[in-house]
């Protein structure tokens, strides 16, 4: 059964809904709060909060601080070029969700997507409720409902190509979701199929190289792609990305460490940046554990 308590979806399902809860709750809320609005016992629930995001859920709320993002800018702001030349293109945040992607030619998108099936779904995630959609090479959209309500986000994307047949079929995204999410199985592939303007792909194409836990800017973007002039139309196309998370907008702040904009939400764009900077930092803890060891 999905809703037992025995089932690691349950436990997902679980974590995101506490995700939510910190995210509005702020670093105030103590364990015994939290534990108590998901019905669970303060010890098990920090087990499995801890065991799903890699921290305590005191770490995790630390951050989701009003200046993480300013942090974030300060430690690990990736300057692209450098990203690039450094190999990065295949490295880090490829490697991590074992993704690969192909662009589709600029006529698909200016037909609206006329002649392309979409099979589309609704998900758990660590960030609410999300709605995947992918053709048959690869997932090529992707929207959070947390904030916008799920109606919303389903106009949104149908919006999007419309012109395309779209088919109810979360069965046959499932593992490419799971891939996305890190709940997959070892090795699982999550797919991307970009479709979008040339310009649009290759702003999106820079944001797949920022490492996970790492930061950028607007203008580092447009220096990237070979058009420094053209920051707000780099703007223009991170706000347009159809595959949020997967093509990682969020890593996107302004100059001065603001967030700025999220299409889906700024609380959800902090939740995102937050879970992979405490994701990121455990696992160093643990990588400089065992080297000491």
Known sequence: MLDHPDNPAYHYRVIGRALKIIDEGGPQMSLDDLAGRMGMSPAHFQRVFSRWVGVSPKRYQQYLTLDLAKRLLLERHTVLDTALNAGLSGGGRLHDLFLRWE???????ARGGAGLTINWGWFESPFGPALAMGTDKGICGMGFAAETGAEAVMTDMLARWPRADFVEDPERLRPWVAAAFGTGRPGAEAPLVLIGAPFQIKVWEALLQIPSGHVT??????????NPRA?????????????????PCHRALRKSGALGGYHWGLPVKRSMLAWEAARDDAAASRDRAIAQS
């Open 217 to 226: 800017t607007y203008s580092d973007i447009a220096a990237a792609i070979g």
């Open 103 to 109: 662009a589709m030619s600029p006529g698909h998108y």
């Open 231 to 247: 920051v707000r139309a780099v703007g223009t196309a991170v706000g347009r990305n159809p595959v949020s998370w997967l093509i």
